[in-house]
């Protein structure tokens, strides 16, 4: 079966080389009995390649079983997989096929395999090495005959790692890895998606979509689709529901990302692309590798803002400007009068020291206590530290220091730093702050 043909066939739209790349694996292997461990982000189409795979292999007359091991829980686990016997349990009053007996001469799909737990990782590994099993509740061997796929959203060579996973299992699953790469990576095929899901939504629910902006269109491309191509399903449905014969700009669509981005991260906001970046490999982020790396760029910078606001706030908020003189020129510089007008705090920094900076009140006194000269020398000797401190250590640093000045009163731990009481939520399950 040719690539074209396939992809009519099982409804897989796109022409870029990842997509191809994939479909031209599947095909290679699909007639085989070998087995398939399909890795990919939530919503990249893991079912639908398992589903495809079966119907284009020689079991495809028999029984294509889905079993979605992290759905079930660890109780029956082992009796939804291998079956039990009468009287095996309690409420077991009657004997029960399992999954891999149901699935004998045909195809297995272990969904989520990484959710398996430990005891049946042990059972899993036997019938894929054998064949052989035991149904809880009973002591004599069964045989069964499955071709076995298994998908998972999770880095199991990570788990095998960290001891959540066996590695032996891990390779009996690894004779082929099948990557399916998400929606961002194949930023081509996201418009003709888009198109199928319209067209079938607009003739089942009775409506006209009469299509969207060169700016909508850009924005689409743009957009970092968390949830991949499940995700971009779900938006289509709702512009042909909720907007029924509307043009979609921008504004309107923006209306169904935004509650799909993480605050504070620049990594989900939908951008709009340069329209220079199309016209050719040598235009600036003129290709997907590029708008990655400015994209990560942009990431940075907003990191790296939202470190000097909240730095500055805490300097100007909390240290004795006798002590503020004592830190590095540089840093003395990077905050000065000039830096924090950005956080609305014009503030004549040698006044007296009872003034109240952004609702905060200054401790620059000029009787400085013996605690909070233990502070400033803490924080002196962590910016005068021979290694530069990254962004993720500094800004720790910085929220540890404002909780602990405050007694681990959030609200005026974060007026100090200058952020939102939200932000400093997300930032204390971040770094994992108590």
């Not at 074209?4 to 994939?22: C, D, H, P, T, W």
């Not at 085989?32 to 119907?55: F, N, Q």
């Not at 399916?180 to 996201?190: A, C, G, Q």
């Not at 939102?420 to 399950?429: I, M, P, Q």
Request: charged share 30%; with cysteine.
């Amino acid at each position: 079966m040719d690539r074209e043909v396939f992809q009519e066939r099982f409804g897989l739209i796109g022409e870029s080389a990842a997509l191809k790349q994939v479909i031209d694996k599947v095909i290679q292997v699909a007639d085989t009995d070998i087995t398939i461990l399909l890795e990919g982000e939530s919503g990249v189409g893991k079912d639908v390649t398992a589903k495809a795979i079966h119907e284009i292999s020689h079991r495809s007359n028999n029984n294509m079983v889905i079993v979605n091991c992290g759905a079930i829980p660890e109780g029956i686990i082992e009796s939804e997989l291998f079956g039990h016997e009468k009287g095996a349990f309690t409420g077991a009053h009657e004997a029960r096929e399992g999954y891999f007996e149901k699935a004998d001469g045909g195809t297995i799909f272990l969904d989520e395999i990484g959710d398996t737990p430990p005891n049946i990782q042990v059972k899993l590994l036997r019938v894929l090495e054998t064949g052989e099993y035991f149904r809880v509740g009973s002591s004599s061997v069964r045989q069964t005959d499955v071709r076995v796929l298994a998908a998972t959203n999770k880095d199991l060579w990570q788990l095998v790692q960290d001891d959540d996973f066996r590695e032996d299992l891990y390779y009996r699953l690894d004779t082929v890895k099948v990557k399916l790469p998400p929606l961002r990576e194949r930023p081509d095929d996201i418009i003709p998606i888009f198109r199928k899901f319209v067209t079938e939504f607009s003739a089942k629910y009775d409506s006209v979509f009469k299509g969207f902006s060169d700016d909508a269109k850009e924005l689409l491309i743009s957009y970092r689709w968390p949830g991949n191509v499940r995700e971009l399903r779900n938006v289509a449905e709702q512009l042909v529901v909720l907007e029924k014969s509307q043009f979609i700009d921008t504004e309107k669509l923006q209306k169904y990302l935004k509650g799909r981005q993480h605050e504070g991260s620049a990594d989900n906001l939908p951008v709009l692309a340069d329209k220079d970046s199309q016209s050719g490999s040598n235009a600036p982020f003129g290709n997907d590798d590029q708008r990655l790396i400015y994209r990560a760029l942009v990431e940075l910078q907003s990191d790296i803002g939202d470190l000097k606001k909240m730095l500055g706030t805490f300097l100007y908020s909390t240290f004795s400007q006798k002590n503020m003189k004592a830190l590095p020129q540089n840093i003395q510089d990077e905050f000065s009068q000039s830096n924090m007008s950005d956080v609305n705090m014009d503030v004549d920094v040698g006044d007296a020291a009872d003034e109240e900076i952004g609702g905060v009140e200054s401790f620059a006194e000029a009787d400085i206590s013996e605690e909070e000269s233990d502070e400033d020398n803490m924080f002196y000797q962590f910016f005068n530290d021979d290694e530069v401190p990254s962004i993720e250590k500094a800004e720790q640093f910085l929220i540890e220091q404002a909780l602990r000045k405050f007694d681990g009163n959030r609200r005026k731990a974060s007026e100090a730093l200058g952020v939102s009481e939200r932000t400093l939520y997300r930032k204390l399950d971040q770094y994992d702050l108590q």
